[in-house]
């Protein structure tokens, strides 16, 4: 781990301040070798900026994917902008999409079922998984100052392109020490877990549907987390997303209601819906309330309605000015809807779920999970 946050962090910023006076420098002083075409500029400045950044995106998650083999930490899933390499029993499909979550963006994606089984094997797994994190870290770095040094010695006159690049990696190193709703980078998540190795359920919430289903033991820590009162929250965003897993599983199960979760939930939107000015947080709340009622449904509860009106006072409240998000937030009433109306039967039998995960379609056990989920809801 880096010891002292601030000086490695004012160190990145001050290479970067340098390189654009550096860069300032030969193009108002030194401007007579700075002669270019502005279409052939923005073409291929451009072009290669795209290039760079998946290059640089793939060098850093190639970085997380060495530490995870060093620590035996199986990999589920290598995301590089479109391209997906998915573990499928004993061999891997890669797949390229064009739209979708993390299209600008990479990650790597563990299993865990099979490493955390109980109390001992979980702290050591948060251990290996803060290694992994910072391997990410630190290939980002060492191609951060490799570009620096390229810029400072190998002085050509295309002398943006190593800008660009160091640029890039700038851009991704300082992410790593952000938080943005329940995405946290790299830094801070590694430091989070060295203090606190019993959320590494929480934060590896989306293992309980790719590895539908998890052990019971990764299923009492998701609760334990969710029920705890010590939780600050600013971690609230984990909250709502274990909370919707759990929801999956519970209406999979279509065991006894449980009283506790149907309370917690009620009091937990209540105390947490008020429309933000983060975008994001709005629609996990409004993901989190649909998948609630999709619970009352399967149970028929008398909150249904009440919960049903809440959504839509909020949808209203959130995001009335922003018609995109309008229009994607109002298919989740319209998609409840289509299941609550008991006057058109046949609509029920082709329902189907709207909280599907494009990233994870080519999963197996997700798809497994889907299918059991929508046969549950529709056979209830």
Same mark, same amino acid.
């Given at each position: !781990?880096?010891?002292?946050?601030?000086?490695?962090?004012?160190?990145?910023? +001050?290479?970067?301040?340098?390189?654009?006076?550096? /860069?300032?420098?030969?193009?108002?002083?030194?401007?007579?070798?700075?002669?270019? #075409? =502005?279409?052939?500029?923005?073409?291929?400045?451009?072009?290669?900026?795209? %290039?760079?950044?998946?290059?640089?995106?793939?060098?850093?998650?190639?970085?997380?994917?060495?530490?995870?083999?060093?620590?035996?930490?199986?990999? +589920? !899933?290598? /995301?590089?902008?479109?391209?997906?390499?998915?573990?499928?029993?004993?061999?891997?499909?890669?797949?390229?999409?064009?739209?979708?979550?993390?299209?600008?963006?990479? %990650?790597?994606?563990?299993?865990?079922?099979?490493?955390?089984?109980? &109390?001992?094997?979980?702290? &050591?797994?948060? @251990? #290996?998984? /803060?290694? !992994?994190? !910072?391997?990410? /870290?630190?290939?980002?770095?060492?191609?951060?100052?490799?570009?620096?040094?390229?810029?400072?010695?190998?002085?050509?006159?295309?002398?943006?392109?190593?800008?660009? %690049?160091?640029?890039?990696?700038?851009?991704i190193l300082i992410s790593l020490f952000k938080k943005t709703g329940n995405v946290m980078g790299d830094f801070k998540m590694a430091k989070f877990l060295t203090q606190n190795e019993d959320m590494i359920i929480a934060i590896l919430y989306n293992s309980l549907l790719i590895e539908f289903p998890?052990?019971?033991?990764?299923?009492?820590?998701?609760?334990?987390?969710?029920?705890?009162?010590?939780?600050?929250?600013?971690?609230?965003?984990?909250?709502?997303?274990?909370?919707?897993?759990?929801?999956?599983? =519970?209406?999979?199960?279509?065991?006894?209601?449980?009283?506790?979760?149907?309370?917690?939930?009620?009091?937990?939107?209540?105390?947490?819906?008020?429309?933000?000015?983060?975008?994001?947080?709005?629609?996990?709340?409004?993901?989190?309330?649909?998948?609630?009622?999709?619970?009352?449904? %399967?149970?028929?509860?008398?909150?249904?309605?009440?919960?049903? #009106?809440?959504?839509?006072?909020?949808?209203?409240?959130?995001?009335?000015?922003?018609?995109?998000?309008?229009?994607?937030?109002?298919?989740? &009433?319209?998609?409840?809807?289509?299941?609550?109306?008991?006057?058109? +039967?046949?609509? @029920?039998?082709?329902?189907?779920?709207?909280?599907?995960?494009?990233?994870?379609?080519?999963?197996?056990?997700?798809?497994?999970?889907?299918?059991?989920?929508? +046969?549950?809801?529709?056979?209830?």
């Amino acid at each position: !781990m880096i010891k002292n946050e601030r000086i490695f962090e004012s160190g990145i910023n +001050a290479a970067i301040i340098l390189v654009i006076l550096k /860069v300032v420098y030969k193009i108002i002083i030194d401007n007579k070798n700075f002669k270019i #075409d =502005k279409i052939q500029f923005i073409i291929v400045y451009a072009m290669f900026f795209i %290039c760079a950044h998946y290059v640089f995106v793939f060098i850093h998650e190639f970085g997380h994917l060495l530490f995870m083999k060093k620590r035996n930490i199986e990999v +589920a !899933m290598f /995301v590089i902008g479109p391209i997906l390499f998915v573990k499928s029993t004993n061999r891997i499909k890669i797949k390229v999409r064009f739209k979708g979550e993390l299209i600008w963006g990479g %990650c790597v994606i563990p299993y865990v079922n099979s490493r955390i089984k109980n &109390q001992e094997s979980l702290e &050591q797994y948060a @251990n #290996d998984y /803060v290694y !992994m994190l !910072m391997g990410g /870290v630190y290939s980002s770095l060492v191609a951060y100052v490799i570009c620096i040094l390229f810029f400072c010695f190998i002085d050509g006159t295309n002398y943006l392109f190593s800008p660009i %690049c160091i640029y890039i990696n700038w851009s991704i190193l300082i992410s790593l020490f952000k938080k943005t709703g329940n995405v946290m980078g790299d830094f801070k998540m590694a430091k989070f877990l060295t203090q606190n190795e019993d959320m590494i359920i929480a934060i590896l919430y989306n293992s309980l549907l790719i590895e539908f289903p998890v052990n019971q033991f990764i299923l009492e820590k998701c609760e334990e987390f969710v029920y705890s009162k010590k939780i600050n929250k600013e971690y609230n965003y984990l909250k709502i997303c274990n909370l919707i897993n759990l929801l999956v599983y =519970k209406i999979i199960n279509l065991d006894e209601k449980e009283e506790k979760m149907e309370e917690y939930l009620i009091q937990f939107t209540k105390q947490n819906l008020e429309s933000k000015n983060d975008i994001y947080y709005n629609l996990l709340m409004c993901r989190l309330i649909y998948h609630f009622l999709l619970y009352e449904y %399967c149970y028929e509860s008398n909150y249904l309605e009440s919960m049903y #009106d809440l959504l839509h006072n909020f949808i209203l409240d959130s995001f009335s000015n922003n018609n995109t998000f309008f229009n994607y937030v109002k298919k989740y &009433q319209v998609n409840l809807l289509k299941l609550i109306d008991s006057k058109n +039967a046949n609509a @029920n039998k082709q329902w189907n779920y709207f909280g599907f995960i494009s990233l994870f379609q080519y999963i197996n056990n997700y798809m497994y999970m889907i299918e059991l989920l929508e +046969a549950n809801i529709i056979n209830r």
